[in-house]
């Protein structure tokens, strides 16, 4: 007797039939828009030099300036009678366009020696010094910044095609420090504070190194003299010639 095999083929096609249907497909998004050939937008990049040894680039007129103040001001209050843990309101004696720079030297030799400051950014008068003062018994550390200039000197270099012709700088800053006694408005202790530093920068980057916010810093850039320049050519020939009529005139 043969069993029939039809309960098993039927029972075969509805388990893959139920199995189709209840898959369930999900779409992420829908078709992209067409992309817009019209305009486009810029995208910010940097590629930063990663050799050992990178360009040389001169330090700008207001680096210098600021390297030149931190000497100055360092050395003029090295003999301040401030102890470490001590504490001084700090204020300008003058007002100056590059009186920040004085302060920032000022704040960080004072840092250096464990004195803390209240930094005041507008001159004290004399008849409010106490009041402004706060703590009694504070003394008030004034600075003055008489100047801070950069000063084109002289061109360096005879090879005008090749780069290699340098403008010899110099940046200067003079001025002074104060300390009072903000009760009787006494002076303390004082010091000029001065120092310049010399130093070169290829004539092609003058734009570079200048700052036009500051005209103090910038000023017109030297030129070649001529006649220095022929003048020992001139000497040259003459003395050539000489010694040309020296040797003809001979017996």
């Known amino acids: ?11 075969a096609v509805l388990c893959v039939a139920s199995t189709v249907h209840a898959k369930t497909f999900r779409y992420a998004s829908g078709p992209k828009a067409a992309e817009d050939t019209l305009l486009s937008v810029a995208h910010e990049q940097i590629e930063p030099i990663v050799r050992p040894r990178g360009p ?17 001001f360092e050395r003029a209050l090295v003999s301040a009678p401030l102890d470490s843990g001590s504490h001084v309101m700090v204020a300008p004696a003058e007002s100056h366009p590059l009186n920040f720079a004085v302060e920032h030297a000022v704040l960080r030799s ?11 950014r507008s001159i004290i008068p004399d008849d409010s010094l106490v009041v402004i003062a706060g703590n009694p018994g504070d003394p ?19 090879l005008p095609f090749t780069g290699r012709v340098k403008i010899e700088r110099q940046a200067l800053v003079e001025g ?38 500051f005209t103090d810093l910038t000023s017109a850039p030297p030129q070649r003299n001529v006649g220095k320049a022929l003048e020992p050519i001139v000497v040259v020939a003459v003395v050539g010639g000489l010694v040309a009529l020296f040797f003809q005139n001979r017996p």
Do not use: C, H, I
């Not at 095999?5 to 039927?10: G, I, L, S, W, Y």
């Not at 006694?181 to 200048?210: G, I, Q």
């Open 176 to 213: 002074g420090v104060t300390l009072r006694d903000p009760a009787t408005s006494r002076m303390l202790w004082m010091n000029d504070a001065s120092y310049n530093l010399v130093d070169r920068f290829p004539r092609d980057k003058l734009t570079v190194v200048e700052d036009t916010r």
């Open 140 to 158: 008030v550390l004034e600075y003055q910044l008489a100047t801070a200039r950069v000063s084109y000197l002289r061109l360096v270099g005879w």
């Open 1 to 11: 007797m043969k069993r029939s095999r039809m309960p098993f083929a039927v029972l």
């Open 56 to 72: 040389r680039v001169p330090a700008t007129n207001l680096q210098l300036v600021n390297l030149v103040a931190g000497v100055a």
């Open 110 to 120: 004072l840092s250096r020696r464990g004195v803390t400051a209240t930094v005041r």
